[in-house]
C-alpha cells in the first residue's frame, strides 16, 4: 500500500531498498553526532529476513517523488508494541535528507502512518524527537511526555547488567 501526498509516495520499502535506507541511517546518524553500529548486513536481516520463517523485527517506510523520479528521499522505521492505551507504533527514525526538508516530505510519513494506524487501530503513535524538530512534531498534533525520560542501555550495558563479560 503506498500513499501519494503533494507529490511524494509513501510505501513500505522493500530489501532491494536496504542499501539506500542503510546509507541514509548513516548520514542521520553523522547529523546526530552518533555512529550506526551495526552492518548493513545485520540491518537487511533484522528488516527483510532471508528465512521467510522468521519475521521482520520493523518496517520501513520510504518516500520517493513521483515529480522527477528521484531516489529514495527519505525513511520512517517504525515497530508496534503494546503499552497501557492498547496497540502502539513506535516510529524509531523519520530522517528526510536535508536538501527535502521543508517541502511536506516528513509530513507526508506521518500523514501514512497515521492512516496505516487508524485501520490497524493503533491507540498511539510515538517517537523520540531532534530537538530541532519538536516543533514540527508539536505543530502536527503531536504532545511533549515531559514526566517521562529516554533511557538507553548500550550493548555493553546490557552484557553487564546479564552479568556477561568479554567472550563468555
Not at 552492518?39 to 528465512?51: L, M
Not at 490497524?120 to 514526566?147: C, M, P, V
Request: aromatic residues 10%.
Amino acid at each position: 500500500m503506498s500513499h501519494l501526498c503533494s507529490g511524494w509516495e509513501v510505501q513500505l520499502a522493500s530489501r532491494e531498498d536496504s542499501h539506500d535506507i542503510f546509507n541514509l541511517m548513516n548520514r542521520f546518524g553523522d547529523e546526530l553526532g552518533y555512529s550506526v553500529s551495526v552492518t548493513e548486513k545485520e540491518f537487511t536481516e533484522a528488516g527483510w529476513p532471508s528465512d521467510l520463517k522468521i519475521k521482520s523485527s520493523f518496517e520501513v517506510y520510504k518516500v520517493s517523488s513521483n515529480k522527477n523520479g528521484t531516489g529514495i528521499l527519505a525513511y520512517g522505521l517504525t515497530c508496534r508494541t503494546f503499552g497501557w492505551s492498547g496497540l502502539v507504533l513506535r516510529l524509531e527514525d523519520l530522517y528526510v535528507v536535508p536538501e527535502y526538508r521543508g517541502q511536506g516530505v516528513g509530513r507526508a510519513v506521518l500523514m501514512h502512518l497515521a492512516k496505516l494506524s487508524v485501520g490497524a487501530g493503533i491507540s498511539r503513535l510515538e517517537l523520540n524527537s531532534a530537538t530541532g524538530a519538536k516543533k514540527f512534531y508539536l505543530e502536527l498534533g503531536g504532545r511533549h511526555q515531559s514526566d517521562l525520560t529516554i533511557m538507553q542501555f548500550s550493548r555493553d550495558s546490557i552484557a553487564s547488567l546479564a552479568g556477561i563479560t568479554n567472550g563468555n
